[in-house]
């Protein structure tokens, strides 16, 4: 779409140098040259002839189509009003993958009439570089089963919050309907009134069930003449169509890689960031993958603390039932969501017991990527972001939780024109700032079915527009598979480093191979209606989350369940308000009569991991220099001080005080790892059990101890968050290394774990003192 009028002026407010458009760095200062494609929408358009330039800016290069020769400046729109056509656009923000949004006003027009959208343009670096992207009708004969299903979900997404603009119709006309591999994207928005029904909708799709693929066309018949007869509304069409994708998905072949990588950067003295899996890993699996970034942000040495706290809670998303079919979209999307607040939770508690206050208060920005079966979920919170990378284009999947995209969610300003306030960049959520009451984390759900790169970074590499610079470089020659997932990974940072360098970066890059065959028997349209879970599945189900309950001191022994979608039967709902109202009525009754009960029980299998489902639970406080506690189990010390410092606990010897044993805290470690690491003495034993006396001399192990008996004044050490569920009750302070009860028996707990608990130690690191932007 070269046009000899099309000079593009140089970016750089030191330089503006006049460059060609085919330049893609400017000749004079090497600033990279944004192309800026945009859609006009408005009135009278018609009157202007192609390769003429609107305001000494804006250069039409197609009907309707215009290029902005001047990228660095802000678009001119202070004088032009928010308007009832302008705001649908800015309040869609949140989807503008597929809703376009308003770059400006084309100037000169008095009634500012004319707007100025980012047009679905095919991207720099690519063949078709500066082309519309073709419509849906014309591309959906060419298209895959898989592909055909995934744009019709993707329509039926968008139903309800167009509807809620009064924007709905946009997706009635075809032509509006643009695709870019398997994106579809919105050309423009379009208002009607009367709203249109999901009836019309059904009407338009029944037109492309001729050039659908056999495996689905019986089923898209049978979908459109149920939203024809008002038998679905948007909600269970979307379910529908998930049913099919998911069914499509049985016949495509995953590959995914992963590669990360965190710097400190040339100017920072120390790292906040942190990535899961570890930094310098590549990975390759056909099974559920995860992917983590934070930046840290916040307090003296606290953006490190919070960030590691975030990866190690989050992390444990890989034991969420992931290959179970039973497990929905919604409710994978709730769990997400519940380990952001774990998370959270975990980081505010740290803040608390460390009396943390203002701009003191650490916190950690998050971006996650997990990948389930023929779906890549994306979780954000803050401004680390992902982006998604095909061969056709590079784009930016998640919006900041800045004050800037705040301005444009609430309609009060164009994006680019709130990026020049004030303050645009502060952050408005970040994990452990606020409580989970609070916290609105985002997650995005994406069908894979081409070949492609999930790109997670933290800012240090995207501010400035780096991915946007660099993308058809360094990424786009990864999804061909010319460059390997880690070389693309260092170039990045390298490139970070030397392009920004002000900051951290990291960088967790998932490439997705798929390979999809069409399936030979159609799609069944048994699949349009609620499935049936007979008592096997639900059994099947059940065993699932059996396998991971909870062993938090203070956590309930309820287990969260995946219930079927069907709901139970109305005959059914007096007996269980009943059983409901006795249940309470007896729990009330036990609570009066039995306080005793009230203490919380030991856990019968000792070896169950932690539920990654379990609601949040509070940090306990931490411990300090001088502290005396009783603990109720018996405990492994770590005898070799010097595994503290050389990391090597594996070689050093352990030792086990038994059950109500008495000690002091006499020394603190600070590990960013696993919490902070505490040198215990062992001072006495109050009330202990049979098979042990209370002198150093006659001080015996039980028969099935594992560790050599530490003798009455010696010292080991212990990481803190082991040693805490195994406190019986605190003493107090003292400066003596005697035993502070002589002649008295303490409450006795109840039966310990038939299992001792280890040490495990990390080194520590050096962080750096961060403010948070609030």
């Known amino acids: 779409m070269q046009n000899e009028a099309a000079m593009l002026q140089c970016p750089n407010e030191y330089c503006k140098a006049v460059n060609d458009e085919r330049d893609k760095y400017c000749q004079q200062c090497g600033t990279f040259l944004p192309k800026r494609y945009l859609w006009a929408v408005g009135s009278d358009i018609e009157k202007y002839q192609i390769g003429e330039v609107i305001a000494q800016r804006y250069l039409l290069i197609s009907e309707r189509v215009f290029l902005d020769t001047k990228p660095g400046l802000p678009p001119e729109a202070q004088a032009c009003e928010i308007t009832a056509t302008t705001k649908p656009y800015l309040r869609l923000i949140p989807y503008r993958l597929q809703v376009p949004q308003v770059y400006g006003f084309l100037p000169g ?40 299903l995934n744009w019709l979900w993707q329509i039926a997404q968008l139903w309800q919050p167009l509807s809620s603009e009064g924007a709905a119709s946009s997706l009635l006309d075809l032509q509006l309907l643009r695709v870019e591999g398997s994106l579809v994207r919105l050309l423009q928005l379009r208002s009607q009134q009367p709203q249109p029904t999901i009836a019309e909708l059904g009407r338009l799709w029944l037109e492309l069930i001729d ?56 100017t920072r003295q120390r790292n906040e960031d942190a990535c899961y899996p570890p930094s310098g890993t590549t990975t390759t699996t056909s099974a559920p993958a995860v992917a983590i970034v934070c930046d ?79 779906e890549m979920y994306i979780t954000h919170v803050g401004d680390s972001r992902a982006y998604w990378i095909t061969r056709t284009g590079c784009h930016q999947l998640t919006l900041d939780d800045d004050v800037a995209s705040r301005e444009v969610r609430l309609g009060y300003s164009l994006y680019r024109n709130a990026l020049e ?106 699949l349009l209606k609620e499935p049936q879970f007979d008592d096997r599945q639900n059994t099947a189900i059940a065993s699932q989350h059996d396998l991971i309950k909870q062993d938090r001191a203070d956590t309930s022994t309820r287990k969260t369940v995946l219930l079927p979608t069907q709901r139970p039967k109305s005959r059914l709902l007096l007996p269980i308000l009943l059983g409901t109202l006795l249940l309470s009525l007896g729990g009330g009754l036990l609570a009066y009569f039995l306080p005793q009960f009230h203490r919380r029980q030991p856990l019968n299998n000792p070896t169950t991991l932690p539920s990654p489902l379990a609601s949040p639970t509070a940090t306990p406080t931490p411990l300090s220099v001088g502290t005396l506690v009783q603990i109720n189990r018996q405990i ?37 790892q696993q919490g902070d690491l505490l040198r215990l003495k062992f001072l006495c034993v109050i009330n202990p059990s049979e098979n042990f006396n209370t002198t150093a001399s006659n001080l015996q192990l039980p028969q099935n101890a594992t560790a050599q008996l530490l003798q009455l004044g010696q010292e080991g050490w212990i990481e803190q968050a082991t040693l805490l569920p195994n406190i019986e009750k605190t003493l107090g302070q003292t400066k003596s290394n005697s035993c502070p009860i002589a002649n008295q028996s303490l409450p006795t707990s109840e039966s310990p774990l038939n299992r001792p608990l280890t040490l495990r130690n990390a080194g520590r690191k050096n962080e750096e003192k961060r403010s948070l932007s609030f």
């Not at 693929?213 to 149920?226: K, R």
């Open 421 to 526: 306030q004030a303050s645009s960049g502060s952050l408005v959520q970040a994990l452990g700032t606020s409580s989970s009451a609070a916290l609105h984390p985002t997650v995005q759900r994406f069908v894979l079915d081409e070949d492609c790169i999930f790109l997670l970074c933290s800012d240090g590499l995207s501010d400035y527009d780096r991915v946007e610079e660099y993308w058809d470089t360094v990424l786009l020659p990864a999804v061909n598979g010319s460059l390997k997932e880690a070389d693309a990974v260092t170039r990045l940072v390298e490139m970070s480093n030397s392009q920004n360098g002000h900051d951290n970066v990291t960088v967790a890059l998932v490439r997705c191979t798929v390979k999809y065959s069409e399936p030979t028997n159609p799609l069944s349209i048994a």
């Open 296 to 374: 840290g942000i916040g307090g003296h040495e606290g953006g490190s603390v919070a960030s590691q706290l975030a990866i190690d809670t989050l992390q444990q998303v890989k034991q969420l039932p992931l290959e179970d079919i039973h497990l929905d979209a919604m409710t994978l999307t709730r769990e997400l969501e519940r380990f952001v607040r774990i998370a959270n939770d975990r980081i505010n508690q740290r803040n608390d017991n460390e009396q943390r206050f203002g701009r003191q208060r650490m916190g950690t920005t998050l971006v996650m990527a997990v990948e389930r079966a023929h």
């Open 211 to 266: 050039q659908a693929q056999p495996s689905i066309a019986e089923f898209l018949a049978q979908l459109c003449h149920s939203m024809i007869e008002g038998n679905l509304n948007a909600d269970s069409l979307t379910t529908a169509l998930d049913r099919g994708l998911t069914e499509l998905g049985r016949s495509q072949v995953r590959k995914l890689v992963i590669s990360t990588l965190t710097d400190t950067g040339p």
């Open 109 to 148: 027009r008095a009634d500012c009439d004319v707007l100025l959208l980012e047009a679905p343009i095919y991207a720099e670096g690519t063949p078709l570089a500066g082309q519309l992207l073709p419509a849906l009708a014309e591309a959906w004969q060419d298209a895959t089963s898989l592909r055909q």
């Open 636 to 672: 492994n010390l770590e005898q070799n001080p010097n595994a503290i410092a050389t990391n090597v606990a594996s070689q050093s010897q352990l030792a086990q005080v038994p059950m109500h044993g008495i000690l002091k805290v006499t020394g603190k470690k600070e590990n960013l």
